[in-house]
């Protein structure tokens, strides 16, 4: 496979918002995709889930905080049930910086 030479702007939009698709269809990237409050959260990774996201990649370390030193929502487990009610499965990765 040859490195791209030069780059487009992805004409498939994300499927929510603070994500970019950085290859269309294939990996999307972004910021956190938990949520605090519940019904947001369940929207976002049923979103995520709806793109064929599948595979998460965590930069996080497990008890990171946030500005206000609260925990961040777990989502790996809500994306794990989701897969599994739909007869799929998704990997969760982490790796801390």
């Given at each position: 496979?040859?490195?791209?030479?030069?780059?487009?702007?992805?004409a498939?939009?994300p499927?929510?918002?603070?994500?970019?698709?950085?290859?269309?269809?294939?990996?999307?990237?972004?910021?956190?995709?938990?949520?605090?409050?519940?019904?947001?959260?369940?929207?976002?990774?049923?979103?995520?889930h709806?793109?064929?996201?599948?595979?998460?990649?965590?930069?996080?370390e497990?008890?990171?905080?946030n500005?206000?030193?609260?925990?961040?929502?777990?989502?790996?487990?809500?994306?794990?049930?989701?897969?599994?009610d739909?007869?799929?499965?998704?990997?969760?990765?982490?790796?801390?910086?």
């Amino acid at each position: 496979m040859n490195p791209p030479t030069s780059f487009t702007v992805p004409a498939l939009l994300p499927p929510c918002s603070r994500t970019y698709w950085l290859v269309e269809h294939a990996i999307l990237a972004g910021a956190f995709p938990g949520k605090p409050e519940p019904a947001e959260h369940r929207q976002r990774v049923e979103s995520l889930h709806g793109a064929g996201i599948r595979t998460f990649i965590n930069l996080q370390e497990e008890c990171e905080t946030n500005v206000a030193k609260q925990k961040f929502a777990r989502y790996d487990d809500s994306f794990r049930q989701l897969a599994a009610d739909q007869g799929g499965c998704i990997s969760h990765l982490r790796f801390p910086i």
